[in-house]
Every structure is written in structure tokens, then in C-alpha cells.
């Protein structure tokens, strides 16, 4: 009989790790893909070349390595002398 309780002990001890340790990794999942989902190089603003506005690098467009906020910003800037 001690054995059949020595084997529930050791079942339940595992239990509680394996229930712990999913716990704890899962969290720790979770607050690494918050961290990717923090603003990034994609929300980080930039100024236009041309109107000298700051807009989300993701919305503008990049021309000969130049950023601008928008397509007629470029054009326009590209036009310029
Ligand atoms: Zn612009």
C-alpha cells in the first residue's frame, strides 16, 4: 500500500510540474509575440523628401532610396530641379 501511495505522490508531483511548466512557457510565448507585435520599422515615422511631413514608414513608398509619404510626393520631388 505504500508503494500504490509513494506512485500517487510521484504521479501527482508530476502533474503539478508538467501543469507549472506549460503554464509558465506559455506566458512566456505570449510576452515574447508581444514583443513582435510592438511598433516597429513599420510604425516608425519618417519624413517626406519632398512636403517635409512625418508619416508611418508602412504608408509612404521609398524612390532611389528616398522616402517620401506618398506617390505624388515622389513625382512631384522627381520634377523639382
Ligand atoms: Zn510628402
Given amino acids: 500500500m505504500l508503494a500504490f501511495r509513494l506512485i500517487l505522490l510521484l504521479l501527482l508531483a508530476y502533474l503539478v510540474f508538467v501543469i507549472l511548466w506549460f503554464f509558465?512557457?506559455?506566458r512566456t510565448k505570449r510576452l515574447n509575440r508581444s514583443e513582435?507585435?510592438?511598433p516597429n520599422q513599420e510604425h516608425?515615422?519618417?519624413r517626406?523628401?519632398?512636403c517635409q511631413n512625418y508619416a508611418p514608414r508602412a504608408e509612404g513608398l521609398i524612390s532611389r532610396g528616398r522616402y517620401f509619404c506618398s506617390e505624388?510626393?515622389?513625382r512631384l520631388?522627381?520634377?523639382a530641379p
Fill in 36 to 38: 513582435e507585435d510592438r
Fill in 77 to 79: 520631388f522627381v520634377k
Fill in 72 to 74: 505624388r510626393c515622389a
Fill in 24 to 26: 509558465f512557457s506559455s
Fill in 48 to 50: 517626406c523628401l519632398h
Fill in 44 to 46: 516608425e515615422l519618417v
